[in-house]
């Protein structure tokens, strides 16, 4: 079935430096691509859809130009998280959907543990 | 998108059958019924979805009535290993279409 990848699964940074987590559809296209962040005990919270070629689109509250998303292929979509924090710390989870064949089952990454000290 | 409701938590022993009922009001015409399953520090899994009437794959059964505004997951004979978060999900199916998350319930399984 098809996979979703996120690298790197676990991640400490200092504050102030930036930190990118990579998302790949290993065997399909993924035009789009998801971004959440999931605080512990919460549930998953969308930040951004990630669009193949052109700019992502964030939720509101979300700010832009802290979390950086480059989708430049349709396999790899990219988080950078800029000038981390403390409060940035949380579990970043990336999905994408395998539209092939009328499958429409989202996929979801492994997660990347953010910790910032 | 249409909002869902479900229980926090529910408790349940090795063996049993477990039911997880979600209520989604103002579901549209277009939207489907999406159940996923998520594990600490994982990304959700899919476990099922569909549109009504009933659907039953190798691991769940969903039941979903005629005015689709609920729908009930169905784990049947749970082991410790089902313990887990279990989203409702509502929404039009599509590469492109976004899934907003719920609150999810915490499944616990003893033994």
């Known amino acids: 079935g098809a996979v979703v990848s996120q690298h790197p699964s676990r991640v400490i940074c200092k504050s102030g430096t930036s930190v990118k987590i990579e998302c790949r559809s290993l065997?399909?296209?993924?035009?789009?691509m998801f971004w959440y962040r999931q605080f512990p005990k919460q549930s998953l919270m969308l930040m951004a859809t990630?669009?193949?070629?052109?700019?992502?689109?964030?939720e509101q509250g979300v700010e832009k130009d802290k979390f950086l998303i480059n989708h430049a292929s349709l396999t790899l979509s990219t988080l950078t998280v800029t000038s981390a924090h403390p409060e940035d710390s949380s579990f970043y989870i990336c999905s994408a959907r395998d539209g092939r064949g009328g499958n429409t089952e989202a996929f979801f990454g492994q997660g990347t543990r953010l910790t910032v000290v | 998108l249409a909002k869902t409701t479900q229980p926090i938590s529910m408790d349940s022993y090795e063996g049993q059958e477990v039911n997880i009922t979600c209520s989604h009001n103002?579901?549209?015409?277009?939207?489907?019924i999406t159940w996923y399953q998520q594990f600490p520090s994982q990304g959700p899994r899919f476990i099922i979805q569909?549109?009504?009437t009933k659907v039953t794959n190798e691991v769940a059964s969903l039941f979903i009535p005629a005015d689709r505004k609920s729908s009930t997951l169905s784990l049947p004979r749970v082991s410790l290993s089902d313990t887990a978060v279990y989203y409702c999900?509502?929404?039009?199916?599509?590469?492109?279409?976004?899934?907003?998350f719920g609150g999810g319930t915490r499944v616990l399984v003893k033994p």
């Open positions: 065997d399909f296209q993924a035009t789009t």
């Open positions: 990630s669009n193949e070629g052109s700019k992502a689109t964030y």
């Open positions: 569909g549109y009504k």
């Open positions: 999900l509502v929404g039009v199916r599509g590469a492109g279409n976004k899934l907003t």
């Open positions: 103002n579901i549209a015409t277009n939207d489907y």
